[in-house]
């Protein structure tokens, strides 16, 4: 499976993609929506997206209103991987078309529950 890691601080893409990787997940990264567009437009076809909200250039709530808005998208899954807690943000970011949310920070078993949850584990993972 792929997964394409969307956040403006490299250290933060670094931490979301060393928590997928050993799940199985070939990743991929991206500074902000903007770029995160452009390589899926690029033809890369992901399972996943890990969206931050508060990026430069686009940020996450228009990154997923965006990806919502194109049926070829559809059957990706996207997960908001933010600081921002409040029941609004959530709201908001599950309306526009998210999947789940995770609030920074989180531990490794925290991201594996939520793709549990989401049926994104392989077979031999699962809980």
Same mark, same amino acid.
């Given at each position: #499976?792929?997964?394409?890691?969307?956040?403006?601080?490299?250290?933060?893409?670094? =931490? $979301?993609? +060393?928590?997928? !990787?050993?799940?199985?997940?070939? %990743?991929?990264?991206?500074? &902000?929506?903007?770029?995160?567009?452009? *390589?899926?437009?690029?033809?890369?076809? $992901?399972?996943?997206?890990?969206?931050?909200?508060?990026?430069?250039?686009?940020?996450?709530?228009?990154?997923?209103?965006?990806?919502? /808005?194109?049926?070829?998208?559809?059957?990706? %899954?996207?997960? #908001? $991987? %933010?600081?921002?807690?409040?029941?609004? !943000?959530? $709201?908001?970011? *599950?309306?526009? +078309?998210? &999947?789940?949310?995770? =609030?920074?920070?989180?531990?490794?078993?925290?991201?594996? /529950?939520?793709?549990?949850?989401? +049926?994104?584990?392989? *077979?031999?993972? !699962?809980?």
């Amino acid at each position: #499976m792929r997964a394409l890691v969307i956040d403006d601080s490299r250290t933060m893409r670094r =931490i $979301v993609s +060393g928590s997928l !990787q050993p799940l199985g997940f070939e %990743t991929h990264e991206a500074e &902000h929506g903007r770029a995160a567009l452009d *390589l899926l437009e690029g033809g890369l076809d $992901v399972d996943l997206a890990c969206i931050d909200w508060n990026m430069p250039v686009m940020d996450g709530l228009t990154f997923v209103t965006e990806v919502r /808005a194109r049926p070829a998208w559809r059957n990706v %899954t996207l997960m #908001m $991987v %933010t600081t921002e807690s409040e029941h609004g !943000q959530i $709201v908001r970011a *599950l309306a526009a +078309g998210a &999947h789940e949310y995770l =609030i920074k920070p989180f531990t490794p078993d925290a991201v594996r /529950a939520k793709l549990d949850l989401l +049926g994104l584990l392989p *077979l031999e993972e !699962q809980g």
